[in-house]
């Protein structure tokens, strides 16, 4: 017995009620990378929104320089964390010809780790219009457009229309 206790007591008594103080580096290390990296992120994220916002006032403004009319009501951004989500309401692109495209609302969204690949929808239809033959409505389950590799010279766009239907307005052909 008494050769147990002299053992406890040297050897294991005092690793017991010793107090260790661990470091806490690895629970609060993770937590502060995580948010660093949403910290970033975001940062990327609004510098993303932004560059949406002042390119479409640039396309705006080149368009109306080549003698179109791009017309809306105030763009908003949103779509954080994932996506740069851009809506238009009451968008009308007029041609010099006088041809026009119509969306009562206009979405378009690019993933936000690839902003060179644009897709966009009018959950509401589109209003064609031809100078002298009068207006077009077109609807359908899905109208989509698609646009990739935008930064190169020629880029990639694509048209969708699923079961669409034309129907004239009042005073068409």
Known sequence: FWTVWTVWTLFFWPLMTASARYSRKGLYLPFLLA??????????WFVLAHQVE??????KQALAEAGWTLDHAP??????????????????LRAPSGHMLAA??????ASAWAPFTWV??????????RPGKGRVRLTGQALRF???RI?????DLRLQLHEPVFAAEAGAE
């Open 146 to 148: 698609s646009a990739s």
């Open 54 to 59: 002042t390119r479409l006032a640039a396309q």
């Open 120 to 129: 966009g929808f009018a959950p509401d239809g589109l209003v064609l219009e």
């Open 35 to 44: 948010g660093l990296a949403l910290l970033a992120w975001t940062g990327w």
């Open 151 to 155: 930064d190169q010279p020629f880029p």
């Open 104 to 109: 009562p609302r206009f979405l378009a969204e």
């Open 75 to 92: 763009a908003s951004v949103g779509g954080w964390p994932f996506r740069a989500r851009l809506e238009l309401r009451d968008a009308g």
